[in-house]
T-cell receptor, first 112, second 114 residues
Framework: KNQVEQSPQSLIILEGKNCTLQ??????????LRWYKQDTGRGPVSLTI?????NTKSNGRYTATLDADTKQSSLHITASQLSDSASYIC???????????FGKGTTLSVSS | GAGVSQSPSNKVTEKGKDVELRCDPI?????LYWYRQSLGQGLEFLIY????????KSGLPSDRFSAERTGGSVSTLTIQRTQQEDSAVYLC????????????FGPGTRLLVL
């Protein structure tokens, strides 16, 4: 069964600290993996998208990594800011024509 | 417009009533998706459109749910005889091509069934 599991479910960190969110998937065959940020009350916004041949991709203070062999991805946030408080969703796409598989997200709270 | 728009932004209805949710995708995007997000839950895929056709309706939770897209643009999601468990945020997204491109999400419609 195609699944996307994210950990931790929630996380609280102090402003300025770094953190890493995890995503494990069983989707096969695999096409690409995306990380989305969803602020409370808003729709998700794309952060990164990686194909199986890409190991890392950065978007500002966000860096995503992908290990297609172990089917694991991580999202590293550097020097966190209060505005990083949101839900971070990992989404995996299989072969063309198949629907996206969403993880349940990690809720990040950055406090001052 | 610049992004995906949805209307209404909020909808409160009585159990048993029908509701219609609207999604206006980004101009030129051929693919359109509907998702549901219940409180504290992840996104649940409902249905997608490639152009005006919806080849896979298996994600719709019951036969009370239907969706259509006309003219390859605006889509409506209709929920008939609403139930309290239908209360959720309904999100619409569009992408340039089906599934493989970045999806751009609208702000969602918050539905509350009393």
């Amino acid at each position: 069964k195609n699944q996307v599991e994210q950990s931790p479910q929630s996380l609280i960190i102090l402003e300025g600290k770094n953190c890493t969110l995890q995503c494990n998937y069983t989707v096969s065959p695999f096409s690409n993996l995306r990380w989305y940020k969803q602020d409370t009350g808003r729709g998700p916004v794309s952060l990164t998208i990686m194909t199986f041949s890409e190991n890392t991709k950065s978007n500002g203070r966000y860096t995503a990594t992908l290990d297609a062999d172990t089917k694991q991805s991580s999202l590293h946030i550097t020097a966190s800011q209060l505005s990083d408080s949101a839900s971070y969703i990992c989404v995996v796409s299989g072969q063309a024509g198949t629907a996206l598989i969403f993880g349940k997200g990690t809720t990040l709270s950055v406090s001052s | 417009g610049a992004g995906v728009s949805q209307s209404p932004s909020n909808k409160v209805t009585e159990k048993g009533k029908d509701v219609e949710l609207r999604c206006d995708p980004i101009s030129g995007h051929t693919a359109l998706y509907w998702y549901r997000q219940s409180l504290g839950q992840g996104l649940e895929f409902l249905i997608y459109f490639q152009g005006n056709s919806a080849p896979d309706k298996s994600g719709l939770p019951s036969d009370r749910f239907s969706a259509e897209r006309t003219g390859g643009s605006v889509s409506t999601l209709t929920i008939q005889r609403t139930q309290q468990e239908d209360s959720a945020v309904y999100l619409c997204a569009s992408s340039l091509r089906l599934h493989q491109e970045t999806q751009y999400f609208g702000p969602g419609t918050r539905l509350l069934v009393l």
